[in-house]
């Protein structure tokens, strides 16, 4: 693609950093979602990060996973730490489901799941 001279836009790194999550490459996705904003000016948006949150979580670095969703500088809502809170009984980290959990409440979550 870039040998072709097209850059990549938002979506195409959402489409990198999916492939990455369900093939486990984790330090790719780091290396792409670094090259966003670094190479190409591109502001991660929510997406960027959910797909963040679910390549370290795929691959058990949920402690990571989590100091990222805190160090999020995009308005996420719920939704990162609902992917934490699945992937948390994925691995059966339940101190750290707890975690995601209450703040899942302390957010307002609606949804049954956090409770």
Not at 14 to 30: F, P, Y
Not at 72 to 93: E, M, P, Q, S, Y
Request: glycine share 8%; hydrophobic share 45%; aromatic share 12%.
């Amino acid at each position: 693609m870039l040998l072709e001279g097209i850059k990549p836009d938002p979506v195409t790194f959402v489409n990198l950093l999916s492939a990455c999550s369900h093939m486990g490459l984790v330090d790719k996705g780091w290396g792409y979602f670094k090259m966003m904003f670094d190479q190409f000016n591109i502001a991660p948006t929510v997406e960027h990060y959910a797909c963040m949150v679910d390549i370290l979580s795929r691959a058990g670095k949920l402690n990571e996973a989590k100091e990222f969703i805190e160090s999020a500088t995009v308005d996420h809502g719920l939704f990162l730490w609902r992917i934490l809170l699945g992937a948390c009984k994925n691995h059966r980290n339940y101190e750290l489901g707890i975690y995601a959990g209450e703040k899942l409440m302390e957010l307002g979550s609606p949804e049954s799941s956090a409770y």
